[in-house]
Nanobody, 122 residues
Framework: QVQLVESGGGLVQAGGSLRLSCAASGRTFSTYTMAWFRQAPGKERDFVVYSTWSGGTHYADSVAGRFTVSRDNTKNTVFLQMNSLKPEDTAIYYC????????????????WGQGTQVTVSS
């Protein structure tokens, strides 16, 4: 069982930055693919980025070049650095994990955090 707790969300102006964190329980964190999804009001939960246990990453086109994922396996934590934020980035951001390779489908992930709100004002 893996428990995930996100933090770092908030309100920021367009063009600003935020850094999200996701702390995971469990001794095998380094073997998990960690990912971020986001969900805006009235919309589906969309893929943002994943980070595999082997160091591979994959970004959604909408965030590539602006967002950066990183992980500290010694602290069981994954980070999402978000720069050049836009109003359309406003959403609840969810951290998630799976014990396999990366996937852009939210149905492929087994464990989810409670989410953290990110609001970008224009």
């Amino acid at each position: 069982q893996v428990q995930l707790v996100e933090s770092g969300g908030g309100l920021v102006q367009a063009g600003g930055s935020l850094r999200l964190s996701c702390a995971a329980s469990g001794r095998t964190f380094s073997t998990y693919t960690m990912a971020w999804f986001r969900q805006a009001p009235g919309k589906e939960r969309d893929f943002v980025v994943y980070s595999t246990w082997s160091g591979g990453t994959h970004y959604a086109d909408s965030v590539a070049g602006r967002f950066t994922v990183s992980r500290d396996n010694t602290k069981n934590t994954v980070f999402l650095q978000m720069n050049s934020l836009k109003p359309e980035d406003t959403a609840i951001y969810y951290c998630t994990a799976r014990f396999r390779g990366g996937s852009v489908s939210n149905t492929e992930y087994n464990y989810w955090g409670q989410g953290t709100q990110v609001t970008v004002s224009s």
